[in-house]
């Protein structure tokens, strides 16, 4: 018998949320089976994006809200930076303090995934958990190692800001997202 402690391994989950909904908190709970720690990251801006909607600090306290659970640290390392943040460059900060041994993202990120700064270092270096998406092929055949999570939910954050699909938001910030996006 050993008394060896495993350290734990974390996943990353970087995105807009823009504005959280119930399709990230399963993505989180169905990941939490394969990680032992979920680090989610708001963007400051999507490097593949022009802008935003809600701002990055309103971002950031909803996913403080709506992801306050055990097992799931929200960083506010993109924001800081003030300015589009690529994940090699997150991985290479966050790994200073944590295990990364995953990579969380949605199948409508396979597409353009080689195009990511740095793709073939973070490939090398993480196993990918991807989420499954209606509408999107799972051709994972880029990635050199990958957990695939099914879901349920079918919701986008694009659905949200534009009035649709509100029961998918959490009731803990639905009518300040609500009030947001009619704004």
Known sequence: MSNIRKEPQYAIFGGSFDPPHLGHIEIIKKALKI??????VPTFLNPFKNSFSANPQIRLKWCKEVCDFKDVIVSDFEIKNGKPTYTIDTFNALSKDYNIKYIIIGADNLKSITKWRDF???NSKI?????????YELDCSSLR?????????NVSSTDIRNGKKSQFIDKKIRQKVLNEYRN
């Open 120 to 122: 073939e270092v973070l």
């Open 35 to 40: 990680a032992d720690k979920i680090i989610v």
């Open 127 to 135: 196993i990918w958990i991807v989420a499954t998406r209606e509408g």
């Open 145 to 153: 190692e990958y957990k695939i999570i099914n879901l349920e939910q």
